[in-house]
């Protein structure tokens, strides 16, 4: 199976807005659970899809960096080049530049 970058980014945003109404909704005393549910199956597929389980970056980025709000310079380095992860596009570069290496050998 193959996804195109625009596809997960549009697939990122989706799950970037619903998260954001279902945080809204919990600070109003709503909890919705089939949106975790939801959110859960589509992660786990995506991760599938870019051998991403093990080290988990999507997760990384859409709970730790907040869809990559949060990220900074510098905050993510490999061998001291700076990792950019501020958008959907960056993490999805990201993904398959490492399924690359591994096939590589790297």
């Known amino acids: 199976m193959k996804i195109t970058k625009p596809q997960f980014t549009e697939i990122m945003t989706k799950l970037s807005t619903y998260n954001s109404r279902n945080n809204h909704l ?58 950019p992860l501020s958008n959907t596009g960056e993490l999805c570069d990201f993904l398959i530049k490492n399924i690359e290496d591994r096939k590589d050998g790297k």
């Open 26 to 83: 919990y600070d109003l005393g709503i909890e919705i659970d089939l949106f975790d549910s939801y959110e859960s199956i589509i992660v786990d597929l995506l991760q599938i899809t870019f051998d991403d389980k093990e080290s988990d970056w999507i997760g990384y980025f859409m709970y730790e960096l907040d869809y990559g709000k949060k990220w900074k310079t510098n905050m993510i380095t490999d061998n001291g080049i700076d990792i």
